[in-house]
């Protein structure tokens, strides 16, 4: 049921100046992407094994504002594991008691795959974006 680990996102003020770092050691680097529906724009850092996600504010009631407020410098955000079945998991979880943010109707993430992010307190005070692979 839980698959790769898809990403790490790491929650900044300026995406692209904050992936240039990794193109310096020669990681394949996406282009900038706005997702108005999330509130963030997005760089990816391509890696072997994974990617890193860099998510930047987009619009006044970006979900990232207040961690950013938080954190001046950036941080670790979140962590994104692929699932097979995005409603089969959701649904499993919910049954075991974990809370499923917004709706809990999947939305369309970064990578044009349903997503949807679970609350920091039932997974050990992380949160965790789950991904239909
Ligand atoms: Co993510």
């Given at each position: 049921m839980l698959g790769r680990l898809n990403h790490v996102a790491i929650a900044v003020n300026d995406a692209e100046k904050a992936a240039r770092i990794y193109g310096s050691l020669g990681a394949d680097i996406s282009p900038a992407v706005p997702l108005p529906e999330h509130g963030v724009i997005t760089v990816f850092v391509t890696l072997p094994n994974t990617k890193i996600e860099f998510i930047q504010p987009l619009g006044?009631?970006?979900?990232?504002a207040k961690f950013l407020e938080r954190n001046a410098d950036g941080g670790i955000h979140h962590i994104c594991y692929e699932v097979p079945d995005i409603t089969v998991a959701r649904d499993l979880l919910i049954k075991e008691g974990a809370r499923v943010l917004g709706d809990g109707i999947p939305k369309i993430g970064a990578h044009g795959k349903p997503v949807l992010f679970l609350h920091p307190k039932d997974f050990s005070g992380a949160l965790v974006e789950i991904e239909q692979a």
């Open positions: 006044e009631t970006s979900p990232i």
